[in-house]
């Protein structure tokens, strides 16, 4: 799979999506981990996932 860097986007965006289940490799996984801890540095409000309270 070859990265991609979206510059712009129009004001409307449709995702579509099949139900064959993707698992990134380690490296992505360990790129994408380091990433999100690094955005809770910057915004602890931020959460990944669903909301732990009530």
């Known amino acids: 799979m070859k990265p991609i860097l979206i510059e712009k986007t129009p004001k409307k ?3 579509t999506s099949d139900s064959n289940p993707f698992t ?5 996984r360990e790129k994408h981990n ?6 809770k540095l910057q915004n ?3 959460q990944n996932g669903e ?3 009530g």
Do not use: A
């Open 13 to 15: 965006v449709t995702v």
């Open 24 to 28: 990134p490799s380690e490296d992505i």
């Open 34 to 39: 380091l990433f999100w801890e690094q955005q």
């Open 44 to 46: 602890p409000s931020l």
């Open 51 to 53: 909301s732990s309270e």
